[in-house]
């Protein structure tokens, strides 16, 4: 099982592969690799570098449904100044910052009460670890219509409830403007928390044993300990479980179509969403990439960054 | 390479299996007991929706009327669940969720397969025979892992319609297999990365070369990998539901954008226990990948939900 998908980076950059140590004759099987990895060359190049660009550059012209490169289709900025003027995507970049920031604390804090939990000696933990991560083998399409069905506000839990005779019981989250995106995080915690907690639980029980008996040595509570000790030795799972996050978050799309299409109004509406509908039903493409690309900047600013921590610690490496 | 370590917890995960360390339970404490009352809450409010859904399905459209979500029907009948399946209305199409499970399970297969072969060549080939420019193409490949989808779906459309495969079956594979092949890739490389390179070298010294030592060698050894790759693919096709919106066509359409048209179709009386049946068989077979495949299935989302 360890060697499943462990191997670390230095590992395998640490052993000279075959076919590329130093300069040596172009070999028969160096074109077969090559041909071996033309897909893979396709796609690295074809979408992950050349898309990207045009992309980019069609955030530049002013096209309507399909790509229009011609010298007066070029229009600078403009797209990024309509962009940042429109409310449907103002509206949208708010609205991925707070379902960003509440989904994403709310399942870290939630994953990690659950695998500490999960940590006590339970019986039936196997049973549990199930329930937990059921729902994520669903895709999101289905968690969205289910809860869109269970916060109905007339058939769901709100008039379940009031048939209780609670009269005055109100909880229909999604058919209120000011309240549709608490109904989202919901959704999405229940479909997500379940893989925080697993990987959560593996981070503590990576924790080194002894740190437990001193902690018990030095009489510090149990909560303390799983707060204050154990939390911060786990940062590669910390780590993991918040990347897994973000991706998911930027990337929040059939959630949104299947539980609100990004209403009451344009309340629930995300970057994801805007960019489809602009390059579909409103056919203006131009507008649509100019989005696109202020949904990779962040991307690209997280990436640059870890590059750069990477390359510094490389260097006090080979420096000390 | 940035991002590999954060990308491959197995290595956290595999410790699931080797047992609790937390504090020792004594007799029957308070706090055991506060214990097994937040779990066993924990696990209700994560069974609710299967319970409302299961229920709700099993239901009469006058019992739904009554509004009790949660509550066992009082009469039992299955029409929903032949209705979502052979008769659910789509706009004008009447058939069901039946042409969308098909679409779904040819797109499932094939897909599954081409991109794990695929993905297997790249990881062989990026472990054992680095041509130059290798790393920075597997950089880029990684790099494709966080990238937005919106940020190359429209180059996409352009570019398939070009060739002319643009909603169609071949088409929506070759979709799935770009954006698969990332963290398959890299499921593979590390995997292959960790043999033994003796493995390698003696085949080299008996003359072997770049296809026979990934057939004879290679693909037998990577049986465990292969599984963890086709559970993640398996239901990561399965329940992708925007790239089968944007480019599998009218034709193709895979299930669960057959579910949601059907579920959104604002014509006629919305039929509740129809909806929920026609989700529950959508999420049938995920469901029982994750129910069959157990501990694999934690690995593989381990190692891949990255995907998203």
């Known amino acids: ?320 | 390479m940035m991002t590999t370590e954060a990308l491959a917890p197995s290595a956290g995960t595999s410790r699931i299996e080797d047992g609790p360390r937390g504090a020792k339970p004594r007799t029957l404490t308070l706090s055991r007991v506060g214990v097994y009352v937040f779990l066993i809450l924990a696990a209700l409010f994560f069974l609710m929706p299967l319970w409302v859904m299961v229920v709700t399905s099993l239901k009469s459209m006058p019992e739904i009327q009554l509004r009790h979500i949660f509550q066992w029907p009082q009469q039992i009948t299955f029409e929903p669940w032949l209705k979502a399946w052979d008769t659910a209305c789509t706009g004008r199409d009447c058939n069901g969720l039946k042409p969308g499970f098909l679409n779904s399970v040819k797109i499932t297969l094939v897909g599954t397969t081409v991109s794990i072969i695929i993905a297997a060549l790249n990881g062989y080939a990026l472990s054992f025979w680095k041509y130059k420019g290798a790393n920075i193409l597997f950089g880029l490949l990684v790099f494709g892992a966080f990238v937005p989808y919106q940020v190359v779906i429209y180059p996409l459309i352009i570019g398939l319609r070009e060739i002319g495969l643009f909603g169609t079956f071949p088409g929506i594979i070759i979709i799935h297999t770009i954006f698969g092949m990332p963290i398959l890739t890299l499921l593979f490389r590390n995997f292959f990365a960790a043999l033994p390179p003796e493995l390698f070298k003696a085949a080299r010294v008996d003359g072997a070369g770049f296809w026979q030592i990934f057939f004879q060698i290679m693909v037998p050894m990577a049986v465990p990998i292969t599984i963890v790759a086709v559970i993640l693919q398996v239901t990561g096709i399965w329940n992708d539901f925007l790239f089968g919106t944007v480019f599998a066509g009218r034709e193709n359409m895979p299930m669960t954008v057959q579910l949601n048209n059907i579920v959104q179709t604002t014509t006629g009386v919305r039929e509740y226990n129809v909806h929920m049946a026609a989700t529950i068989l959508t999420a049938a077979v995920p469901l029982a990948v994750y129910f069959i495949s157990g501990k694999w299935f934690v690995r593989g989302i381990a190692a891949g939900a990255v995907k998203g």
């Open chain 1, 1 to 320: 099982m360890a060697q499943l998908a462990t191997a670390k980076e230095d590992g395998a950059a640490a052993r000279p592969a075959a076919g590329s140590s130093g300069r040596k004759p172009f070999r028969l099987s160096t074109l077969m690799s090559i041909v071996g990895t033309m897909p893979m060359i396709a796609t690295a190049v074809g979408v992950f570098f050349i898309c990207i660009i045009y992309s980019f550059v069609l955030s530049f012209t002013n096209s309507r449904i399909f790509p229009a490169f011609g010298a007066d289709n070029f229009v600078g900025t403009d797209q990024y100044a309509r962009l940042w003027s429109t409310g449907r995507w103002l509206v949208s970049v708010n609205n991925i910052w707070f379902f960003g920031l509440l989904s994403i604390v709310a399942n870290m804090t939630a994953g990690y009460l659950l695998a500490v939990f999960m940590d006590q000696r339970i019986k039936q933990e196997d049973l549990f670890r199930s329930i937990f991560l059921y729902p994520f083998a669903m895709s999101l399409v289905i968690t969205g219509l289910v809860w869109r069905w269970i916060l109905d506000p007339n058939y769901g839990i709100q008039a379940t409830v009031r048939g209780w005779g609670f009269e005055d019981f109100a909880f229909a989250p999604l058919v209120n403007s000011g309240t549709a995106i608490y109904g989202l995080v919901v959704a999405g915690i229940w479909n997500g928390v379940g893989v925080t907690m697993a990987i959560m639980l593996a981070g503590l029980r990576g924790v080194d044993g002894e740190i437990w008996k001193a902690a018990k040595i030095d009489g510090i509570p149990t909560w303390k300990t799983y707060l204050f000790i154990v939390l911060p030795m786990m940062k590669g799972a910390l780590l993991t479980a918040f990347i897994l996050q973000c991706v998911g978050v930027v990337r929040v799309y059939d959630l949104i179509v299947a539980m609100t299409q990004g209403g009451p109004g344009i309340s629930t509406q995300m970057p994801a969403v805007f960019v489809i509908q602009h390059i579909t039903d409103r056919s203006n493409v131009g507008l649509g990439m100019a989005a696109a690309t202020m949904m990779l900047l962040p991307v690209i600013v997280l990436l640059g960054l870890q590059v750069f921590v990477q390359w510094r610690a490389n260097r006090v490496k080979e420096n000390a």
